[in-house]
């Protein structure tokens, strides 16, 4: 295997589009209901034996697939989510992408797809950012985002289920609107008896495709019910694991007077290691250490219904890189407050009873949860400093 070409973003190639599209209006992008994408991608092929192509940044364009292509079939597809920033100073960031690599090396490992090194992952979504930015997040869009979407897929045309022996890895970068927090907070809905996001043995601690089709369902009759999203439970304790696709925060005064931060474990494999997440707890591990306990543990629903009825809720949010939120749910949204990336919870529904939960004003953070959004929208943004965050370059 040694002979085997690795993923090498030095030998990228680049071929720039000579039909560049005129950038949508934001009035045509919350009335369209297909994701826009930039300019370019890039890809990456690979073959067992042979390992990685060149990559290629290229037209965004429709990829070349036979209806046999193992992806089609077995679900050989796993992706990430992750966003670049343009500051209020002009210069364009993103935060924490060697954390979306490597969970996209672990992902593409659980579904059986090659190993590359996620560094050379790391530079070529780098890459793709700087040569879609300043069209596509011009420096009047200070506050704004694009989303970068990393996916690998198998391709070889194989109808046995066996390891894909060929793989394509490409980047795209998707124009979206920016879609804001809900007024008045998240309202969840608890999942249903008969449905599961995840299984410990299972692959929901993996961004495989796989997990999130089937979870629409569930969300749908959230939404007809005039909820935002499924919080979904595990077991019959009814363990709180994730709010949709975000990780699931609650803030309480513990029985023994104690404020806590809590938030589902990763070691039983149920749940995303959400960078969002892991940001927040080490943020709050390093910075309220004297005011609150901040721990990765297992909590029921029914802990959550006792402290409500105990007046021990103190904030709750959910914590992703969504991309956005449903707007055909006709959700007001709130247009001042751009960095959705933490939102508010003010209410989880279960089983015809309401868990109501403080937030601030009009459903805004309250304290800690606007403290810990406040300190990574700095860090994203360019107001604060922080190793976290990598000043991309750009190609003028
Ligand atoms: C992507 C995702 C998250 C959030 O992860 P971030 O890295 O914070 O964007 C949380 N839960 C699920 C199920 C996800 O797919």
């Not at 780098?126 to 011009?138: R, T």
Request: charged letters at 25%; a negative charge.
């Amino acid at each position: 295997m040694a002979d085997q070409q690795p993923l090498d973003a030095s030998k990228l190639t680049c071929t720039y589009t000579s039909n560049p599209q005129e950038v949508p209006s934001k009035a045509a992008l919350r009335n369209g209901s297909e994701t826009i994408c930039t300019d370019h991608m890039i890809t990456a092929s690979w073959k067992a034996g042979a390992g990685w192509s060149a990559p290629e940044l290229k037209p965004f364009g429709p990829l070349g697939l036979l209806p046999s292509a193992s992806c089609l079939h077995y679900a050989y597809e796993c992706f990430e989510g992750l966003k670049a920033y343009r500051g209020e100073d002009g210069k364009l960031r993103m935060f924490r992408t060697d954390r979306n690599t490597r969970r996209f090396l672990m992902s593409a490992g659980r579904i059986s797809l090659p190993q590359f090194d996620p560094d050379e992952l790391e530079k070529l979504i780098h890459k793709l950012v700087s040569v879609e930015g300043s069209k596509w997040l011009p420096q009047d869009r200070a506050g704004d985002f694009l989303y970068v979407r990393p996916t690998m897929i198998g391709t070889d045309s194989q109808l046995g289920v066996t390891t894909p022996r060929e793989a394509l890895l490409y980047i795209i970068i998707g124009y979206t609107p920016r879609v804001d927090t809900p007024v008045g907070g998240k309202r969840l809905l608890t999942s249903p008896d008969d449905m599961v996001r995840s299984w410990v043995g299972g692959f929901g601690y993996a961004k495989v495709g796989a997990n999130y089709g089937p979870s629409v369902l569930a969300n749908q009759e959230a939404i007809r019910q005039g909820y935002h999203q499924i919080l979904w439970l595990y077991g019959t304790e009814g363990f709180c694991t994730e709010a949709g696709g975000s990780n699931f925060f609650v803030l309480w005064k513990r029985k023994d007077g104690k404020k806590e931060l809590m938030t589902a474990p990763l070691d039983d494999q149920l749940i995303l290691d959400g960078v969002t997440r892991r940001s927040c707890i080490e943020l709050a591990r390093e910075r309220l250490k004297d005011e609150i306990e901040v721990t990765e543990r297992k909590f029921t629903i029914e802990d959550l219904q006792e402290a409500a009825a105990e007046n021990r809720l103190i904030e709750s949010f959910a914590a992703g890189t969504a991309v956005s939120f449903d707007t055909s749910s006709g959700m007001i949204l709130d247009a001042d407050d751009s960095k959705w990336f933490i939102t508010p919870i003010s209410q989880i529904h279960h089983r015809g009873k309401d868990i109501n939960i403080p937030t601030g004003p009009d459903g805004r953070p309250a304290e800690i949860t606007g403290k810990i959004k406040g300190w990574l929208g700095d860090m994203m943004y360019g107001r604060a400093q922080h190793e976290w965050v990598t000043e991309i370059p750009e190609k003028s």
